[in-house]
């Protein structure tokens, strides 16, 4: 039940991100507001997650869906990348795993640091 | 426990519903749009062909698309904006809305499944009780069965008790008569060597209860000589000075 609850939450969370995609692609001009808020928060849920004791399952579950709200909001345009060009959707596979790749090395540095200095 | 989880099916009912809006407003396309190719050379010569995707909202063509050169190879005209909306406002509500009863019916569903699992614990308690009541009873009852095959025997051969108590006392006398007769041990050993010849040891207690009974019965000296020892002599005269010695 409590699962349920938080996948209740995820939903929430993913429906506002997904519209807010929805929001960014139909009027492009809040594109860009948009994709800074989405970075803003998401590294928000980084930092409490590696450093806070308390909202940590709260700060997970806004993360993802964060990340499931932005694939969804623009998963008919992914596939028309995919299907006409595939060279655009390479550079953008690597420059989100390259900036995953540094939130994540980011991450464990500041994890260790937290734990190194409760010792 | 129905009044408890009454929101129950209400909420995971929701919930369903909520992912299934949310997975449905993520297909169909959002907005009308048009593929664009574009030929294009580069600095080494080298053509190459560049892409470029128009939607509806853009205000203005993409950089370094140029309108006469490029070519469309592909397009999208139906879009779905509405119902992707819909969807995701629905989702939204229904997710929203099972969060708020969610809290009351995740707490009521703990309480439920804590209260089945006292009510479990004390079903197991109950039967161990049980179990360990009909062992009990059981023990009980095989104790009297072979209590009451005990009498049974007991009353069939006679108790172990008496024997108990007459080698006792056989003891004693043993001790008694070795310890004051020593001086004239001879003769008394010769005598009860005497009468051990007719009458052997292990028909004393018999013999006495014989006796016993004649005396009871009013029976004199000489007619228990005569009836019980059958032998009207010394020996049976010492006998029955003996056994009145031992019995008595």
Same mark, same amino acid.
């Given at each position: 039940?409590?699962?349920?609850?938080?996948?209740?939450?995820?939903?929430?969370?993913?429906?506002?991100?997904?519209?807010?995609?929805?929001?960014?692609?139909?009027? !492009?001009?809040?594109?860009? !507001?948009?994709?800074?808020?989405?970075?803003?928060?998401?590294?928000?849920?980084?930092?409490?997650?590696?450093?806070?004791?308390?909202?940590?399952?709260?700060?997970? @579950?806004?993360?993802?869906?964060?990340?499931?709200?932005?694939?969804?909001? %623009?998963?008919?345009? *992914?596939? @028309?990348?995919?299907?006409?060009?595939?060279?655009?959707?390479?550079?953008?596979?690597?420059?989100?795993?390259?900036?995953?790749?540094?939130?994540?090395?980011?991450?464990? %540095?500041?994890?260790?640091?937290?734990?190194?200095?409760?010792? | 426990?129905? !009044?408890?989880?009454?929101?129950?099916?209400?909420? *995971?009912?929701?919930?369903?519903?909520?992912?299934?809006?949310?997975?449905?407003?993520?297909?169909?396309?959002?907005?009308?749009?048009?593929?664009?190719?574009?030929?294009? @050379?580069?600095?080494?010569?080298?053509?190459?062909?560049?892409?470029?995707?128009?939607? =509806?909202?853009?205000?203005?063509? !993409?950089?370094?698309?140029?309108?006469?050169?490029?070519?469309?190879?592909?397009?999208?005209?139906?879009?779905?904006?509405?119902?992707?909306?819909?969807?995701?406002?629905?989702?939204?509500?229904?997710?929203?809305?099972?969060?708020?009863?969610?809290?009351?019916?995740?707490?009521?569903?703990?309480?439920?499944?804590?209260?089945?699992?006292?009510?479990?614990?004390?079903?197991?308690?109950?039967?161990? =009780?049980?179990?360990?009541?009909?062992?009990?009873?059981?023990?009980?009852?095989?104790?009297?069965?072979?209590?009451? =095959?005990?009498?049974?025997?007991?009353?069939?051969?006679?108790?172990?008790?008496?024997?108990?108590?007459?080698?006792?006392?056989?003891?004693?006398?043993?001790?008694?008569?070795?310890?004051?007769?020593?001086?004239?041990?001879?003769?008394?050993?010769?005598?009860?060597?005497?009468?051990?010849?007719?009458?052997? =040891?292990?028909?004393?207690?018999?013999?006495?209860?014989?006796?016993?009974?004649?005396?009871?019965?009013?029976?004199?000296?000489?007619?228990?000589?005569?009836?019980?020892?059958?032998?009207?002599?010394?020996?049976?005269?010492?006998?029955?000075?003996?056994?009145?010695?031992?019995?008595?």
């Amino acid at each position: 039940m409590r699962h349920l609850k938080n996948a209740n939450e995820l939903v929430l969370y993913a429906a506002i991100s997904c519209g807010a995609a929805f929001i960014g692609r139909l009027f !492009p001009a809040l594109y860009f !507001p948009i994709l800074l808020l989405r970075l803003a928060i998401f590294l928000y849920c980084l930092y409490v997650i590696a450093t806070l004791e308390r909202n940590r399952e709260l700060a997970m @579950i806004l993360g993802s869906a964060l990340f499931i709200g932005m694939i969804g909001g %623009y998963w008919d345009l *992914i596939e @028309i990348w995919l299907r006409y060009d595939l060279g655009a959707i390479a550079q953008l596979i690597t420059i989100t795993l390259l900036f995953i790749a540094s939130l994540l090395g980011l991450f464990i %540095y500041v994890k260790n640091n937290a734990t190194t200095s409760q010792k | 426990m129905q !009044p408890l989880a009454k929101n129950k099916p209400l909420f *995971i009912g929701l919930s369903c519903l909520s992912v299934g809006c949310l997975v449905g407003a993520f297909g169909y396309p959002l907005q009308r749009l048009e593929v664009y190719a574009q030929e294009e @050379i580069g600095t080494f010569n080298q053509a190459y062909e560049q892409k470029f995707v128009i939607t =509806e909202s853009d205000n203005n063509y !993409p950089y370094g698309f140029d309108a006469d050169r490029a070519t469309k190879i592909a397009q999208v005209y139906n879009a779905y904006t509405p119902q992707k909306v819909m969807l995701l406002i629905l989702s939204g509500v229904c997710a929203g809305y099972a969060l708020l009863i969610g809290d009351k019916t995740v707490v009521n569903a703990e309480i439920d499944s804590e209260v089945q699992a006292i009510q479990a614990t004390g079903k197991k308690q109950l039967l161990l =009780e049980k179990v360990k009541h009909q062992l009990a009873l059981a023990s009980k009852a095989q104790r009297i069965t072979f209590m009451d =095959e005990m009498k049974a025997l007991l009353e069939e051969f006679g108790s172990p008790e008496d024997e108990i108590i007459e080698a006792d006392e056989l003891n004693a006398l043993y001790d008694e008569v070795s310890d004051t007769s020593s001086a004239d041990g001879s003769q008394a050993d010769s005598n009860l060597e005497a009468i051990r010849a007719v009458f052997p =040891e292990n028909i004393d207690r018999a013999t006495w209860n014989a006796v016993s009974k004649a005396i009871a019965n009013g029976a004199s000296r000489e007619e228990i000589l005569v009836e019980v020892l059958q032998s009207n002599n010394d020996i049976g005269r010492a006998y029955l000075d003996f056994l009145k010695a031992k019995y008595l």
